[in-house]
């Protein structure tokens, strides 16, 4: 009978899971929508203490296309987060990352995380598709780590290939792992209403442009 007993143990351990499912209410609370004169544009998540980080087309008043190459940093006017006035701390627009300052915040901070993911990791992004005054969270995995899929400009460089759903405003959006650690940020999709393939920084791109930002 002991045995049996032990037996059964051992097999309820083996079939529970390895470590806690990522709390979505968690991860929301360090989750916002940027706002430009208003009107909701984008999606961020907090970083550091009054420190946000988003898509670098979310922010800037001009963003380079195909046909010209100039690239303008000016922010736009009157971006808001939370109905906080926030400002540019720093912006790569090829890289098309962006942080923000955004004095009085208060959400928590999520960490960036310690290892680059792998293929088919599974990961979790929330955001505000469209403009949607609520968030929302979607789960899928990493469908390639890093590549460049075009020549043309500005869309040339590198991303992080994600099969997970997002619509237009997920742009800026945090990628997070079993963790809840930020591995990417949104920053593309190839269409005008709900994809379930995105595109996003690279790791490498994430952790040399924002890494200095994050809370330790």
């Not at 001009?62 to 690239?71: A, H, I, M, S």
């Not at 609520?134 to 040339?156: C, E, K, Q, W």
């Not at 920053?187 to 890494?211: K, N």
Request: glycine share 6%; charged share 15%; proline share 7%.
């Amino acid at each position: 009978m002991r045995r049996i007993i032990v037996t059964l143990a051992l097999l309820i351990a083996l079939a529970s899971p390895l470590t806690a499912a990522l709390n979505p209410h968690k991860y929301l609370a360090s989750v916002s929508v940027l706002q430009t004169a208003g009107r909701n544009m984008c999606s961020v998540t907090a970083i550091a203490k009054e420190v946000y980080l988003t898509a670098a087309h979310c922010v800037v008043a001009r963003f380079p296309d195909g046909g010209d190459q100039t690239v303008d940093p000016t922010p736009n006017d009157d971006l808001t987060i939370d109905g906080r006035p926030a400002h540019l701390l720093d912006i790569n627009v090829i890289e098309d990352l962006a942080v923000l300052e955004v004095p009085g915040a208060s959400r928590p901070p999520l960490k960036l995380a310690k290892t680059a993911p792998r293929l088919l990791d599974k990961v979790t992004m929330a955001g505000h598709p469209f403009g949607w005054d609520a968030p929302t969270v979607m789960v899928g995995t990493i469908a390639a780590t890093s590549l460049r899929f075009t020549d043309n400009f500005p869309f040339n460089k590198r991303y992080m290939i994600l099969q997970v759903s997002g619509a237009p405003g997920n742009s800026g959006s945090s990628v997070v792992n079993a963790k809840m650690e930020v591995v990417s940020v949104v920053q593309i999709s190839w269409g005008r209403s709900f994809e379930s393939v995105m595109g996003s920084a690279p790791y490498a791109q994430l952790v040399r442009f924002a890494g200095k930002y994050f809370s330790r």
